[in-house]
């Protein structure tokens, strides 16, 4: 990894006060396209293995997606967002999801207030373990959108800034579709969105006749079980580099004695040439 996004202090303030950033302009046409056409691909298909279809088709797609196309490597260890994970999370990190999501259409007579899916956090297991009230900072999203998001009510993920500081289930006042301070981000194909797990969101209405396409990467600590998988197939890790192999969770040291530290890690040297720290501490 060459690329070195320097994460500035109020971009730091923001995702740990409110759960997200906007990131603009992450990927170029080259990148939205390749990507598009290994989605498309994939979803004409009929392939069901690792398929994830809800809202009676609403929404379709694929987890541990990265491993199903090679398009969608490169978002592993893209070069404006990956740094900047590091900068939030430190660098003991592994993917924790891949998931290519299609978002169609809402019928004609869909209401405004439809939410698909409707207000929650990611890895809910967290809270239903450890309750609502202990779930620390574990993971984050990075989502890359290919399509053209710039109008309301395009079936963008809206977010509730701050929701990622609650110890209880978000509020949503009596007779009201979501949160009194939710937002509908507005985005370009190319934006990215990172937003922390514990972050509440939820899916705006698709009015536009134009299937929403995105890509979730998440990252999350080397010690939490990933979401889509629990050991890549060999074929696949075999044609990654070091440093994707060691983001999907593989050992690249060949050291015998048990490493306290948690042995070698490529992520360290990269914090090391930049000056960023490896640990982060915070809530």
Known sequence: MDGYT??????????????????????DDGAISSLIEAGDRLL????????????GGIYDGFRNCITMDDAFIPLLTNQVTLPLVIQLLGSNLQLSTS?????????????????????????GRTSLDL?????PRIGLKCAFYLTDLSQPNSGVTMLAPGSNQLKERIDIPAGATDPVNAIEPLLNPGDCVIFEYRTWHAGAPNFTGITRKAV??????????????????????????????????????????????????PLNDWCQQHGVEQDRHGT
């Open 6 to 27: 320097k994460l500035g202090d109020e971009q730091r303030r923001q995702f740990y006060d409110e759960g997200y950033l906007i990131v603009r302009n992450v990927l």
């Open 131 to 135: 309750g609502a009230a202990n779930y």
């Open 99 to 123: 998931h290519l999501i299609y978002r169609h259409p809402d019928p004609p007579d869909t209401p405004d207030s439809i939410r698909r899916p409707g207000w929650h956090r990611d890895n």
């Open 216 to 265: 979730m990467i998440g990252y999350a600590y080397r010690w939490l079980k990933p979401m889509d998988y629990v050991m890549q197939d060999r074929s696949f890790v075999e044609k990654l580099s070091d440093l994707e192999q060691y983001l999907v969770g593989e050992d690249l040291d060949d050291t015998l004695e048990f490493q306290p530290s948690g042995g070698f890690n």
């Open 44 to 55: 004409a298909t009929d392939q069901r293995f690792n398929r994830f279809v809800t809202g």
